[in-house]
């Protein structure tokens, strides 16, 4: 068990319902028997009035917080009775919130709105692009539907031979260990648009490749049992397919530098959008990432009040 194991799992609480995500969240806490942290942020006050600390509208939207809060504990202590759980509410931009608190946890896990992709980037109210990309944890975006899982269990995770991809095999060969669930690579391979191209052999190149890159990857899971494919595409469509009755599709992410769209990258924005699974977008790691955190809170930020 990593280090990252033992740090909470943080869900994002919105006023809307998010029964599915709040759900997912709880049993993977359970799961990997660590604490539950709720996390609700409201938009700070856009200007103040002398002497007038809070508006009205701004003590409403405190008020519309703190009951969901409270709805998502309720439901939380009926399906896991004797889960530790934690409520915090700050005041900033939501997604602000969920990335200062990706840095003392070891899963950060949204509801998806499907909202289209210019709203997704420019909404204030939208978390997933924006959290997914800058995150110092794996996040998992949960759609709204409840579906059925395959049997037997099974993540798809995204291979091209790059950084990100291979933190993401890791990250699904971890997971699947813990689960008792099968992996699948799978490396997508997209004709070009305009010329010829000889594709048996741009296939067995793929092959190779994919060979490559996760060779030796299973050696530290063993019992895990790892498939291989090499699919024909695009591989936003390719991997939502693939993965329709997986645990989760599991991908990379580009890179820490850049705007917001850089740093996720172009095939995990587009299984936010497509993907009937969760989504689990990993950051690039660098040696000693996340080793050694405090796990008391930041700085700034309200302590969570303990409950359960």
Do not use: Y
């Given at each position: 068990?990593?280090?990252?194991?033992?740090?909470?799992?943080?869900?994002?609480?919105?006023?809307?319902?998010?029964g599915?995500?709040?759900?997912?969240?709880?049993d993977?806490?359970?799961?990997?028997?660590v604490?539950?942290?709720?996390l609700?942020a409201?938009?700070?006050?856009?200007?103040?009035v002398?002497?007038?600390?809070?508006?009205?509208?701004?003590?409403?939207?405190r008020?519309?917080?703190?009951?969901?809060?409270?709805?998502?504990l309720?439901?939380?202590?009926?399906?896991?009775?004797?889960?530790e759980?934690?409520?915090?509410?700050?005041?900033?931009n939501?997604?602000?919130?969920?990335?200062?608190?990706?840095?003392?946890?070891?899963?950060?896990?949204?509801?998806?709105?499907?909202?289209g992709?210019?709203a997704?980037?420019?909404s204030?109210?939208?978390?997933?692009?924006?959290v997914?990309?800058?995150?110092?944890c794996?996040?998992?975006?949960v759609?709204?539907?409840?579906?059925?899982?395959?049997?037997?269990?099974c993540?798809?995770?995204?291979?091209?031979?790059?950084?990100?991809?291979?933190?993401?095999?890791?990250?699904?060969l971890?997971?699947?260990?813990?689960?008792?669930?099968?992996?699948?690579?799978v490396?997508?391979?997209?004709p070009?648009?305009?010329g010829?191209?000889d594709?048996?052999a741009?296939?067995?190149?793929?092959?190779?490749?994919?060979?490559?890159?996760?060779?030796g990857?299973?050696?530290?899971h063993?019992?895990?049992p790892?498939?291989?494919?090499?699919l024909?595409?695009?591989?936003v469509?390719?991997?939502?397919?693939?993965?329709?009755r997986?645990?989760?599709?599991?991908?990379?992410?580009?890179?820490?530098?850049?705007?917001?769209?850089?740093?996720?990258g172009?095939?995990?924005?587009?299984?936010?959008?497509?993907a009937?699974?969760?989504?689990?977008?990993?950051?690039?790691?660098?040696?000693?990432?996340?080793?050694?955190?405090?796990?008391?809170?930041?700085?700034?930020e309200?302590?969570?009040?303990?409950?359960?």
């Amino acid at each position: 068990m990593t280090t990252i194991r033992r740090l909470p799992v943080v869900v994002g609480i919105d006023v809307q319902d998010q029964g599915v995500a709040l759900d997912w969240a709880a049993d993977e806490a359970a799961r990997r028997s660590v604490p539950l942290r709720l996390l609700h942020a409201v938009l700070p006050v856009a200007h103040h009035v002398r002497g007038v600390s809070e508006t009205a509208h701004h003590k409403a939207l405190r008020r519309l917080g703190d009951e969901a809060l409270a709805r998502s504990l309720q439901r939380v202590r009926e399906r896991r009775p004797g889960l530790e759980v934690t409520t915090t509410t700050s005041d900033a931009n939501p997604a602000q919130a969920l990335v200062r608190a990706s840095a003392r946890a070891g899963l950060v896990v949204l509801g998806s709105r499907r909202l289209g992709r210019l709203a997704a980037v420019l909404s204030a109210a939208s978390t997933t692009v924006p959290v997914s990309a800058n995150a110092a944890c794996p996040v998992v975006v949960v759609p709204e539907a409840r579906r059925t899982v395959g049997q037997p269990p099974c993540l798809v995770v995204g291979v091209d031979g790059s950084a990100s991809a291979a933190a993401a095999l890791a990250h699904a060969l971890d997971d699947a260990a813990s689960r008792a669930a099968t992996v699948r690579a799978v490396w997508v391979w997209q004709p070009p648009l305009l010329g010829s191209v000889d594709e048996p052999a741009a296939i067995e190149s793929c092959r190779r490749q994919l060979h490559e890159a996760t060779e030796g990857r299973s050696a530290t899971h063993p019992d895990v049992p790892l498939g291989r494919a090499v699919l024909r595409g695009h591989p936003v469509e390719v991997l939502a397919q693939d993965a329709e009755r997986a645990i989760a599709v599991v991908v990379g992410r580009r890179g820490r530098e850049g705007f917001v769209g850089m740093r996720l990258g172009s095939v995990p924005h587009g299984l936010l959008r497509r993907a009937a699974c969760p989504v689990v977008v990993v950051p690039p790691l660098a040696p000693g990432d996340r080793e050694g955190l405090p796990s008391e809170a930041r700085e700034g930020e309200e302590p969570p009040s303990a409950v359960g």
